[in-house]
């Protein structure tokens, strides 16, 4: 049984407001200057740690694990209670989910968002019913771009890596595509700090109504 599985902030969902306004809200009241978005737009792909590290460095601020961590936590009380206020799915994702389940395909997350951001925010927009396993960040010991949770999200999906494809926006996707040994797509109108053509990515899409063409070029 094969399984499509997905990247979350950038490709199922435009998260970026919310993820702007989390981040500004702790480093402001931690006495630090706001990142603007077309900033922020480079410094998420490996989770909020390492988003607020990138934040702290755009302040030029040294940073230790421990002050991290605080703001970590900080950043998962505001950033829980307001993920969905502007984030929504992009635009066709939910007809393509629901044509793909419709073909048979078993459907999985797998994003480094915190696992416990992951799931209510799938909830909050109505679309969790659609995966057969959501991996976060902090599932596995390990995050993309290791190929760990990316495979673990397919073996929980009940499937196998033979006929599975990734689907994401940024390096961590196609990368742990590459070291699980699957195909991948990629979206174009995500959040990466390269260009999604300089990604390797098997096949590049602009919109999700151009999904399933993608995905038959390389079955
Ligand atoms: O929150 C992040 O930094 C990344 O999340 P993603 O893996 O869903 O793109
Ligand atoms: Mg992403």
């Known amino acids: 049984m094969s399984v499509l599985v997905f990247d979350l902030d950038g490709t199922l969902v435009s998260s970026m407001k919310d993820l702007v306004a989390a981040l500004n809200f702790v480093l402001t009241h931690a006495g630090h200057k706001a990142v603007p978005e077309d900033k922020v737009r480079n410094m998420v792909g490996l989770g909020a740690k390492v988003l607020i590290q990138r934040g702290l460095d755009y302040n030029g601020a040294a940073w230790t694990d421990e002050t991290v961590a605080s703001l970590f936590d900080h950043f998962l009380d505001c950033y829980a209670d307001n993920s969905t206020v502007h984030t ?38 109505e679309i969790d019913h659609y995966f057969d396993a959501v ?19 397919i073996s929980r999906a009940g499937g196998t890596p033979q006929g599975s494809i990734m689907i994401g926006d940024s390096r961590p996707d196609i990368d742990a595509a590459k ?41």
Not at 104 to 121: F, H, I, Y
Not at 135 to 153: Q, Y
Not at 185 to 210: Q, R
Request: charge should be negative.
């Open 179 to 219: 070291n699980a040994g699957i195909p991948s797509i990629a979206v174009d109108f995500g959040y990466t700090t390269v260009p999604v053509t300089e990604l390797g990515a098997d096949k590049i899409i602009s919109h999700f109504n151009e999904l399933s063409d993608a995905i038959d070029s390389l079955g």
């Open 88 to 125: 929504r799915p992009f635009d066709g994702v939910v007809p393509a989910l629901e044509a793909l389940k419709a073909d048979g395909w078993k459907l999985a997350v797998c994003t480094n968002k915190a696992e416990r951001l992951t799931l209510p925010l799938l909830n909050k927009l």
């Open 135 to 153: 991996v976060g960040g902090d599932t596995f010991p390990s995050a993309k771009p290791n190929a760990e949770p990316l495979l673990g999200a």
